[in-house]
């Protein structure tokens, strides 16, 4: 039995959303998509945001959605790629949470992401590069945060949640 929210984080293109429904359905928990829920309250889609208010901008409203989410009921939440740029963020998901990073190598999240024009941080010259310094920024982020550290690379989303259901049930810290 889970009684603590856990917070999917990882790069764009790791699979926090996909994986994260199959992960709720499997725990038997809502969903929640933090992108999804920024969207729905401001009525203005994600580059819109970023070409309006800036990055900065975008990363104050993330933050907002964070905190309330995390106040809300137990549940599986897919975050942004950027969520753990901010120390409160970060402390956010520490304190009311298990985190998931769910990590994939720089080839397969170019490969994931290439097709989806939606990604501000990636509308560059080279994405493939785009997405290693991100990658470099990032990581050692997503690894202070973790609780559990998932490889997505070699797996299909079912079997990357089925993973993650085996390691908060063999992990008593988790619970």
């Not at 949470?97 to 024009?117: C, F, H, I």
Request: hydrophobic share 40%; proline share 5%.
């Amino acid at each position: 039995m889970i009684s603590r929210s856990i917070f999917l984080v990882g790069p764009m293109g790791a699979g926090k959303s996909t994986i994260g429904k199959l992960l709720a359905a499997q725990l038997q928990l809502p969903f929640a998509d933090s992108d999804k829920v920024l969207e729905d309250r401001t009525g203005a889609d994600i580059p819109w945001i970023f070409d309006v208010e800036g990055e900065a901008g975008f990363r104050r409203r993330e933050s907002e959605v964070l905190r309330d989410l995390c106040l809300g009921p137990t549940q599986v939440i897919a975050t942004g790629g950027g969520i753990v740029l901010l120390e409160e963020n970060r402390q956010r998901l520490r304190k009311y949470g298990l985190v998931v990073y769910l990590q994939a190598s720089a080839d397969q999240l170019l490969e994931r992401t290439s097709k989806n024009s939606n990604r501000p941080l990636l509308n560059v010259a080279d994405p493939g590069a785009r997405i290693i310094e991100l990658l470099e920024q990032r990581d050692p982020l997503y690894r202070e945060v973790a609780d559990i550290i998932c490889d997505t690379d070699h797996c299909t989303p079912k079997q990357a949640a089925q993973m993650v259901v085996e390691r908060l049930s063999r992990d008593p810290a988790t619970q």
